[in-house]
Structure formats: structure tokens, C-alpha cells
């Protein structure tokens, strides 16, 4: 699951930073994927480990244009983990991996630089 944004728009509406502080963005290491032909526009089942406190979660993410499913296992990525799930045709996504279009819009996964532990918030 993605979110897309108009990349002609320059900033956001500003915001408090009390909003901010609501969104829960975790690291999470990649556990499981799977292709998910089900989906209207072409998307893998990943399931990913945020450690102990939050646990295994599953999401549908739109990233097949840089990622072959092989190589995502054993990558960490950062999620919003505080958004309701989201029912995606067969799946249930329960958080929002994050990651910025490219300029053809073809998504590349947001992650922290170096090893972090599994459930760090961004802060």
C-alpha cells in the first residue's frame, strides 16, 4: 500500500507538529514476499517484522518495477504502523510502507541508511 502524491505541488498543506508526532513511522525487516496477481495494478505481499511490541504485520506494496521478489526478503524498510488497515482485494494491509516515485512514478522504498533496530521509531 502507497500513497500518491502530485509531484508538480511543491510543499503541503503546513501542519502542527503535534500531527506529526501521531504518525508512527517503524523499521521493519522484510520477512515474506509474495506476488499478488490479484491486485489491480501490479503489487507483492510483504510481510514484515517490526520486533517485539508490534510484531509481524502484512501490507500490499506497489514496488515491482525496482524489486524482484528474491531480493526483498531480509530488507528493512520504514512503515506507518498506527493507520487502520486497509482491505486490498484479498489481502488486508495493515501498515503503509513508505517510499518516494521516481520519475517515471515507479516506487523505491524509503530506509534507514544503516542497521537499526527492528521497531526504531523515526524521530
Known sequence: MHLTHDPASHSAEETEFDTFLKVDVRAGRIVRAEAFPEARNP???????????IGE???AAQ???????DDLPGQTVMAVVNFPPRQIGPVRSEVLVLGFADQDGAIRLARPDGDVPLG????
Open 43 to 53: 503489487a507483492y505481499k510483504l510481510w514484515i517484522d517490526f520486533g517485539p511490541g
Open 57 to 59: 504485520k502484512k501490507s
Open 63 to 69: 514496488i515491482t518495477e525496482h524489486y524482484a521478489l
Open 120 to 123: 526504531a521509531r523515526l524521530s
